[in-house]
């Protein structure tokens, strides 16, 4: 799986970003693909996994009720609608793929497919 993240950029504090990421290689639809970052200095962290169908959305807590998942198996493509960011959120995104969920994703962050990231810069 090959994956390719955009729609990173500088925004305001309060204000919303939609990252894309564009995935081609294998069957899109069986993977669970999800989100990670990492802030300057900071050790990569676990943001988002969405399911297979995209019925089921796993969040970190501090992006609950700010960051919405979703996919589209059509288009083989995987959002990230992030609302009411934060300068704490300034990072850069990488889009990751895995044919399974559970503690890799999570805890581990050792799944099989990651993307280049791509920057988000919240300024204050």
């Known amino acids: 799986v090959q994956l390719q993240a955009s729609g990173g950029g500088l925004v305001q504090a309060g204000g919303s970003l939609r990252l894309s990421c564009a995935a081609s290689?294998?069957?899109?639809?069986?993977?669970?693909m999800g989100w990670f970052r990492q802030a300057p200095g900071k050790e990569r962290e676990f943001v988002t996994t969405?399911?297979?169908?995209?019925?089921?959305?796993y969040y970190a807590d501090f992006v609950k009720g700010r960051f919405t998942a979703s996919r589209d198996n059509a288009k083989n493509t995987v959002y990230l609608q992030m609302n009411s960011l934060k300068p704490e959120d300034t990072a850069v995104y990488y889009c990751a793929a895995d044919p399974r969920y559970g503690p890799k994703w999570y805890l581990d962050h050792v799944v099989d497919y990651w993307g280049k990231g791509t920057l988000v810069t919240v300024s204050s």
């Open positions: 969405i399911s297979w169908s995209g019925s089921t959305t």
């Open positions: 290689g294998r069957t899109f639809s069986s993977y669970y």
